[in-house]
C-alpha cells in the first residue's frame, strides 16, 4: 500500500510539472511546433552558448567549409562527431596533436567558443593553417598554437590537464606510444583521447591492421582505459586512392578512449 501511495504521488508531481511546462510554452497548441521566445533557454547553458556565439560560429563554420578537400583531411563526419563529444562530456580543456589546415580544429572550436576559459592547444611540426584567421581576438582567446613535434612539445604542458585530445600527428607505432606515455600527467579519470586513422584493413590489398590500431585495442584490453574503435564512412582521399566502391574496412576509422 505504501508503494502505491508513492506510485501516486510520482504521478501527480509529474503530472503538475507537465501542467506547468506547458502552461509556459503558452498551452499545449504550442506542443510540437515551439515558441519564441522560448522561456527555458535561460536555463540551458549550452542553448545561450549557440545563440551569444552565433555569429562566431557561424565564421568558423564558413572557414571549414572553404577547407574542405580530399587531401590529409579529418572526414567530416569524423570532426562532427568529435564536435559533439566534446559537447556531451563537457569539456572544456582540448589538445590536438596534428593540427595541419585546421579542419578539425575549426569543429572543436566551435564547441568551445563562448565558454569562459575553455581553450585548444594544437601541435604540429609543419602547419600549413590560416594564422591571421585564427589570431582573431574572438577566436585566440579560445585558441593556442606550438610549433614542434610532439611528444616533445607536450613536455612544455607539464602541470595542465585536458580533458579531451585528438591524436592525429605521426601513425606509426613507436610515435604514437611515446605520445600516450607523454599525455599520461596531462590527462586525468575520465579524459577522453580520440585516435585517428586505425582502420581495420591497412589497405584493400593489406587485409589486416595497422599496428596501432592494435596498440589502441591493447590500451582498451588492458583496461587501463574503455572505448571502441568507431568505423568511418567513405571519404574523399580514400576514393582518390583506392577507386570508387573501394571497400570501407580500410576507412580510417576512430579510436575513442576513456581514462579510467
Known amino acids: 500500500m505504501v508503494e502505491k501511495d508513492r506510485e501516486v504521488g510520482v504521478m501527480a508531481t509529474t503530472s503538475e510539472w507537465h501542467d506547468r511546462v506547458t502552461a509556459s510554452i503558452g498551452g499545449a497548441e504550442n506542443y510540437g511546433k515551439g515558441i519564441w521566445p522560448n522561456p527555458w533557454i535561460p536555463r540551458h547553458p549550452e542553448f545561450l552558448r549557440r545563440i551569444s556565439s552565433g555569429a562566431l560560429r557561424d565564421e568558423l563554420t564558413h572557414k571549414i567549409q572553404s577547407l574542405f578537400e580530399p587531401r590529409f583531411i579529418t572526414g567530416v563526419e569524423t570532426c562532427e562527431l568529435m564536435e559533439s563529444l566534446i559537447l556531451m562530456i563537457g569539456a572544456t ?42 589570431a582573431q581576438l574572438e577566436i585566440a582567446k579560445h585558441f593556442e598554437f606550438r610549433q614542434g613535434w610532439t611528444p616533445d612539445c607536450l613536455r612544455e604542458l607539464f602541470g595542465r590537464k585536458f580533458d579531451f585530445v585528438f591524436v592525429d600527428s605521426a601513425h ?71 577507386g570508387r566502391g573501394y571497400d570501407s574496412r580500410c576507412n580510417p576509422g576512430l579510436a575513442v578512449l576513456i581514462r579510467k
Request: include cysteine; proline fraction near 7%.
Open 172 to 242: 606509426d607505432l613507436d610515435h604514437t606510444q611515446r605520445e600516450m606515455a607523454a599525455l599520461e600527467p596531462l590527462i586525468h579519470a575520465g579524459t577522453m583521447i580520440c585516435g585517428h586513422d586505425v582502420p581495420e584493413w591497412k589497405t584493400p590489398s593489406q587485409r589486416f591492421a595497422p599496428p596501432v590500431r592494435l596498440f589502441f585495442e591493447s590500451l582498451i584490453k588492458e583496461g587501463k582505459y574503455s572505448g571502441m574503435i568507431l568505423p568511418s564512412p567513405n571519404q574523399l582521399d580514400c576514393e582518390e586512392e583506392y
Open 93 to 134: 580543456q582540448i589538445l590536438e596533436l596534428g593540427m595541419h589546415t585546421g579542419f578539425g580544429s575549426l569543429h572543436m572550436l566551435r564547441a568551445i567558443v563562448g565558454k569562459e576559459g575553455a581553450r585548444l592547444v594544437s601541435i604540429d611540426a609543419r602547419p600549413t593553417h590560416d594564422r591571421e584567421f585564427f
